[in-house]
């Protein structure tokens, strides 16, 4: 069950892809504000791998 499922009771699939934007975004700027990786991991459940992806995109 997706953190989205057990928060709103439902399978909202346009709600999750929205929640997982908004997880980007957010680490996006952390990555901006100077947060080690470590850091953006614990704090928004994306991995290494992700965040190292979010490096090369800008923010919008």
Known sequence: MSMVTSYY????????????KGIEKVAKQMLLKGFSIQDI????GLTSAEIEKLKTISIN
């Open 41 to 44: 991991c614990e704090l928004t």
């Open 9 to 20: 009771g439902t399978d909202d699939f346009l709600g999750e892809k929205g929640f997982e």
